[in-house]
């Protein structure tokens, strides 16, 4: 009987989650992406520069994919009330996988593939058991296997390995049209994704696990598995990323996640796109969103020439901005 009632609680508990689920404000990061693209034409134009050129559009496009796909998988962890900080050696990792067992050879590109899907499966899946079973806290989790991770990189590699071959590289070069084909990629993940949390059972899950765990439990939602499965989906993100790296590259190496700083600019995104870290509010398109205000921001001062201090700076004060903002709207809805 007191379980009964426990459920009937949670279930009404539950409902204000499910309208509010998929309702992150991705308008206010559009908007202030709009802002950033306006401020910076003028600025470039001041400068007697051309900012929205049809080179520079690609440019931002085939600079934000990457991050974007990462990003995407990103918010799959964080809506569910976790993280994922070792996407950026997992990067490392698989593209040096990749490299290495593509070898040059056109043949042997399905294999590296699969060689990818599989250890970025068994690493997300090594975050998730941790996290579930040993009731590690996912910063700790995370943080733990990427050292890991680390390890295994710089005990095996000095510097650049392996040759991907040229018909792979046309991943990390070739358009159609004005639209570079790594960012069809990163458009097909983020629209998978988009799918998987506004279309599917998994997707609602996912929220509720992330709005109030226990209410998710007692309304019959395997929390446990939800988490693994996130994180899983979010070493795959990682795993394509490193896939599109070594594409450009034409080759693996060791260091290229960590350079991009693609764990904790993955994390930034996210937050920028108004997804909470608590979990359960949020969604891809204001990801998206982040993801280009980053790049956007950087083109802005590479163009500008600006110093790399002060484009950190400028950067932060961005991503704080955006956290107060949202969070005084949340305020603002509670009142």
Same mark, same amino acid.
């Not at 090594?126 to 050292?147: C, D, E, Q, W, Y």
């Given at each position: 009987?007191?379980?009964?009632?426990?459920?009937?609680?949670?279930? *009404?508990?539950?409902?204000?989650?499910?309208?509010?689920?998929?309702?992150?404000?991705?308008?206010?990061?559009?908007?202030?992406?709009?802002?950033?693209?306006?401020?910076?034409?003028?600025?470039?134009?001041?400068?007697?520069?051309?900012?929205?050129?049809?080179?520079?559009?690609?440019?931002?496009?085939?600079?934000?994919?990457?991050?974007?796909?990462?990003?995407?998988?990103?918010?799959?962890?964080?809506?569910?009330?976790?993280?994922?900080?070792?996407?950026?050696?997992?990067?490392?990792?698989?593209?040096?996988?990749?490299?290495?067992?593509?070898?040059?050879?056109?043949?042997?590109?399905?294999?590296?593939?699969?060689?990818?899907?599989?250890?970025?499966?068994?690493?997300?899946?090594?975050?998730?058991?941790?996290?579930?079973?040993?009731?590690?806290?996912?910063?700790?989790?995370?943080?733990?296997?990427?050292?890991?991770?680390?390890?295994?990189?710089?005990?095996?590699?000095?510097?650049? *390995?392996?040759?991907?071959?040229?018909?792979?590289?046309?991943?990390?070069?070739?358009?159609?049209?004005?639209?570079?084909?790594?960012?069809?990629?990163?458009?097909?993940?983020?629209?998978?994704?988009?799918?998987?949390?506004?279309?599917?059972?998994?997707?609602?899950?996912?929220?509720?696990?992330?709005?109030?765990?226990?209410?998710?439990?007692?309304?019959?939602?395997?929390?446990?598995?939800?988490?693994?499965?996130?994180?899983?989906?979010?070493?795959?993100?990682?795993?394509?990323?490193?896939?599109?790296? *070594?594409?450009?590259?034409?080759?693996?190496?060791?260091?290229?996640?960590?350079?991009?700083?693609?764990?904790?600019?993955?994390?930034?995104?996210?937050?920028?796109?108004?997804?909470?870290?608590?979990?359960?509010?949020?969604?891809?398109?204001?990801?998206?969103?982040?993801?280009?205000?980053?790049?956007?921001?950087?083109?802005?001062?590479?163009?500008?020439?600006?110093?790399?201090?002060?484009?950190?700076?400028?950067?932060?004060?961005?991503?704080?901005?955006?956290?107060?903002?949202?969070?005084?709207?949340?305020?603002?809805?509670?009142?």
């Amino acid at each position: 009987m007191i379980d009964s009632e426990r459920i009937r609680a949670a279930s *009404a508990r539950a409902l204000p989650l499910l309208r509010t689920r998929g309702s992150s404000p991705a308008r206010v990061v559009f908007l202030a992406l709009a802002g950033v693209v306006l401020v910076g034409w003028a600025l470039v134009a001041a400068r007697g520069g051309q900012f929205l050129t049809l080179e520079n559009l690609v440019g931002v496009q085939q600079r934000s994919a990457a991050l974007g796909i990462v990003a995407v998988g990103q918010t799959l962890a964080i809506l569910a009330g976790s993280l994922d900080l070792s996407v950026a050696y997992l990067i490392s990792l698989t593209s040096l996988v990749a490299a290495e067992t593509m070898a040059g050879l056109d043949g042997n590109i399905a294999l590296a593939v699969t060689a990818v899907v599989a250890i970025s499966a068994a690493v997300g899946l090594a975050n998730g058991l941790v996290i579930t079973k040993l009731r590690v806290h996912p910063f700790i989790a995370t943080l733990g296997i990427s050292l890991i991770i680390k390890g295994v990189l710089d005990h095996l590699y000095d510097g650049p *390995a392996g040759k991907v071959p040229e018909s792979f590289q046309h991943l990390g070069y070739d358009r159609i049209g004005p639209v570079p084909v790594s960012a069809l990629l990163w458009a097909g993940v983020a629209a998978a994704a988009w799918f998987l949390l506004r279309r599917t059972t998994l997707g609602y899950r996912i929220y509720a696990v992330g709005g109030d765990p226990e209410v998710a439990r007692l309304s019959g939602v395997r929390t446990d598995r939800m988490l693994i499965v996130t994180h899983v989906l979010c070493s795959l993100c990682a795993g394509i990323a490193g896939l599109l790296l *070594a594409s450009r590259l034409g080759a693996g190496a060791p260091t290229v996640g960590t350079d991009g700083g693609y764990d904790l600019e993955s994390i930034a995104a996210v937050v920028l796109g108004g997804t909470a870290l608590a979990g359960g509010r949020g969604g891809v398109g204001g990801t998206v969103g982040g993801v280009l205000l980053l790049a956007t921001l950087d083109s802005v001062f590479n163009q500008l020439e600006v110093d790399s201090f002060f484009k950190d700076v400028v950067r932060g004060v961005v991503i704080v901005t955006a956290v107060a903002v949202y969070a005084r709207r949340k305020q603002g809805r509670r009142a």
